[in-house]
């Protein structure tokens, strides 16, 4: 029906997201009943904590619940993280929260004071009964939502447990800051997250992984003997006094993530919707924000069908974002155990940027003092160099800064015969003219018959190695003094022998293909794919041979680095991946098995290339595939690498299967980066959607990555890294500026706005 008319409205759920959208749109003149199963005052948890900027959104729609919800707030700025004794606080982080009782109290009110029907300890009739009898059905029945769960086949929901168990808890006083502690239990890391919701009282939630819940026996205890002996742990932090719950119960977090939010006249909203971590505080905030665009649609648009089309096109950037920045922190807190050995200051910046949404540069703004030491316990010199201005030096190479310009195939190769010609000088003089410590050439292939098109360079050749001797006498030597500039030898298995990227992608040539190899003969596509031959161990010999024989003539041509490509679903990516390997020989089967062949390869590289000149491996982390490789797997990968000699490790994702699923978004390989780096102390190179200097800082500070590598914002922009230190005002011996160049050091005036 038209919205210019009134609108029966059903609201299923009485939490704070439905209630909010009952009053909103009951104050747009529309009749509204709400059903909520439990009493009034009953409540689960204890404080909400919401945004500024949520706030003003209230504000902005209904000022009397505004000023009613201002008169509540407890507000603070500080957040203390508290690790092996040592508090560290950072401040300028604007928090606001009040008891949920409280704000379910001032909603009840508004609801009431706009004739919004209570329908207290009344069960929702069905949401399709409701749906037949009314104009608008609003499903804010949480994250066990069972108007979700009978039209399943319509919403599509995809439901994801973490692996922590975590319990939310109360203490009768108010801490002064948003506090995190963590303890090293006998079991396990536990943590602690609280924060003040009244002038006299916390909300306390302890979270830890499952295996640890269960090892120190909590999962045994009732609602009493857990609040007991979770106050105990935190004795200090608790100043010796207890905790008590509110029918608190040790439950593991679930995402909601649905296809569709709406259904007919039936919409989702909230938790019945969507769910984010607590530990970015978002839930009630996510129902809020819910309540507003949906009576925002409401109020604009001709229908109901409109509005609620509206309204979820309004809502998903956003919400997809916070569950984005929320999953990341979910899954920092599960890797808790792997962090707790930083140093003390890094740790508490890491854990302070977690989520990706908290930056460096950020941080700055709030607590320049905090940041500042941060900064000086990394290493920076002085306080007008960045982080990713300070220099690494792996074996005899020391790189001036921490960017590298990651190796991307151009396909550019003339006539198929794997020469680099003055594309290739240009393309890689470019960028290394453009301030990058380390620029990488695209994958150069070790055979033929290792191309992965015709357009791709190779090392398997005299010729060849005089045009790579070429641009690498330009790179660092004639034309852009202090710029190393890495090789990466790969072969391309049962992903050759196709057609340029632009022409089509992983597509077979059309004709004058040559035979491709791989670890088992199983096409990359099936049915579109060339099978490939599975390789004997006369082959195998062969293509350790061309190996080694590639990685002489690099250092030849004064290369100063060398990289192993065991990534993205090529040769050696597809000995590791158990997607792609099913030999039953000594090269497949368990992991070590695996790991053979890509070592002994390995191993033959680092024989003839020199001692004093670093050697990595660029590895895919996951395969974003069921049963692929896992994170667990990467690990044990890359400490075998490390362990045969490599002195960094490339951290990359997928490519190993054409139906991968990849979790897509702002850095989002990096996390896989900070695992390995963390569990074995290796130095590791992320990549992965970082296009920001503000992320580079952050990546290195936190310490999770010790390089960060950039392909197209280097493609966008071949001076990216002389920019970034001009962004951030910094002209020191890490990013010198070509004398050529040096009047463009400054950037043009724009004109008059």
């Known amino acids: 029906m038209p919205l210019g008319n009134t609108l029966d409205v059903a609201v299923i759920g009485g939490g ?65 993280i508290v690790h092996r004794g040592r508090l560290h606080t950072s401040g300028g982080h604007g928090f606001a929260a009040l008891g949920r009782r409280r704000l379910l109290h001032v909603l009840h ?57 975590y319990i939310w808890l109360a203490a009768d006083f108010a801490f002064d800051a948003f506090r995190f502690e963590i303890a090293e239990t006998e079991h396990g890391v536990m943590q602690l997250h609280a924060y003040p919701y009244a002038p006299d009282a916390s909300t306390v939630i302890v979270e830890m992984r499952e295996e640890v819940w269960r090892a120190a026996g909590l999962d045994l205890c009732d609602e009493a003997e857990s609040a007991d002996r979770c106050a105990k742990v ?40 969507h769910t984010a971590h607590f530990s970015i505080g978002s839930g009630t905030k996510l129902a809020v924000e819910d309540a507003l665009a949906l009576a925002e649609a409401v109020a604009a648009e001709p229908d109901v069908p409109a509005a609620l089309a509206a309204y979820e096109a309004a809502r998903r950037p956003a919400v997809a974002s916070t569950q984005r ?37 950020n941080l700055r703004l709030r607590d320049e003092r905090f940041t500042r030491a941060v900064e000086r316990d990394f290493g920076c010199p002085d306080d007008r160099t960045p982080p990713m201005f300070t220099p690494l030096t792996l074996r005899g190479l020391t790189l001036r800064n921490r960017v590298v310009v990651s190796p991307m195939d151009m396909y550019s190769a003339a006539d198929g015969d794997g020469l680099p010609g003055d594309f290739h000088l240009v393309h890689l003089g470019a960028r290394a003219l453009g301030g990058a410590a380390l620029v990488m050439t695209e994958m150069v292939c070790v055979s033929p018959q290792g191309r992965i098109t015709p357009g791709c360079t ?8 005089a045009a790579w001797r070429r641009i690498a006498d ?65 082959d195998l010999a062969a293509v350790r041979a061309d190996f080694a024989a590639a990685a ?53 590289v680092r024989e003839v290339w020199p001692e004093d000149r670093p050697m990595t491996v660029r590895l895919s982390a996951t395969d974003w595939a069921p049963g692929g490789t896992t994170a667990e797997d990467a690990v044990r990968i890359a400490a075998a690498f490390a362990e045969h000699g490599a002195d960094a490790i490339d951290v990359s994702t997928g ?66 890294t002389l920019h970034a230190a001009a962004d951030q005002d910094y002209a020191g011996p890490a990013a010198p500026w070509p004398a050529p160049y040096r009047a463009g050091s400054r950037k043009p005036p724009t004109g008059k706005g």
């Open 109 to 165: 009110a508004r609801c009431t004071a706009l004739g919004v029907t209570l329908r207290f300890r009344t069960p929702a009739p069905p949401a399709d009964a409701l749906a037949a009898s009314h104009d608008l059905v609003v499903a804010a029945d949480g994250v066990h939502s069972a108007t979700r769960q009978s039209a399943a086949e319509h919403f599509r929901p995809t439901l994801t447990s973490g692996r922590c168990r």
């Open 552 to 604: 002489a003539r690099a250092a030849g041509c004064g290369f100063d680095l060398l990289e192993l490509h065991c990534a993205h679903g090529y040769l050696l990516s597809g000995f590791l991946s158990p997607l792609a390997n099913h030999r039953e020989d000594a090269y497949g089967g368990p992991l070590e098995n695996r790991l053979r062949f890509p070592l002994e390869v390995f191993d033959a």
């Open 16 to 80: 704070p997201g439905g209630l909010y959208a009952a009053a909103l749109l009951a104050r747009q003149g529309h009749r509204v009943q709400v059903w909520e199963r439990n009493a009034p005052d009953d409540t689960f948890g204890f404080g909400v904590v919401l945004s500024d900027e949520t706030l003003g959104g209230i504000e902005r729609a209904d000022t009397d619940v505004y000023r009613a919800l201002g008169a509540e707030f407890v507000r603070w700025d500080d957040i203390d």
């Open 474 to 538: 330009f790179v660092p030597h004639t034309s852009a003094p202090g710029t190393a500039l890495g090789v990466q030898l790969g072969h391309s298995g049962r992903k050759g022998s196709t057609k340029l990227m632009w022409e089509g992608m992983d597509d077979p040539l059309p004709e004058g293909n040559w035979p491709v190899a791989a670890a088992s003969p199983l096409p990359y596509r099936p049915g579109v794919s060339q099978v490939p031959r599975a390789l004997d161990r006369r």
């Open 325 to 361: 920045a929320a999953a990341a922190s979910m899954r920092w807190f599960e890797e808790l155990a792997g962090y707790v050995d930083q140093p003390e200051r890094q740790f508490a910046f890491n854990l302070l940027t977690r989520s990706r949404r908290v930056t460096h540069g």
């Open 234 to 273: 935190f004795s200090e932090a608790l100043r010796g006094r207890p905790l008590h719950g509110n029918r608190s119960a040790w439950t593991g977090f679930r995402t909601v993530v649905n296809e569709r939010w709406s259904h007919g006249n039936t919409v989702l909203l909230g938790d019945a919707a």
């Open 458 to 465: 190779g090392l398997y050749t005299d010729a060849q190695a």
């Open 655 to 720: 490519q190993v299967v054409p139906d991968e699923a990849p979790e897509f978004g702002r850095s989002y390989q990096t996390p896989y980066a900070d695992r390995i780096r963390n569990a074995l102390g290796v130095p590791v190179i992320a990549v992965g959607a970082i296009s920001s200097w503000d992320d580079v800082n952050s990546l290195l500070l936190a310490g999770r990555a010790d390089l960060c590598a950039l392909g197209r914002p280097h493609l966008y922009d071949p001076h990216w």
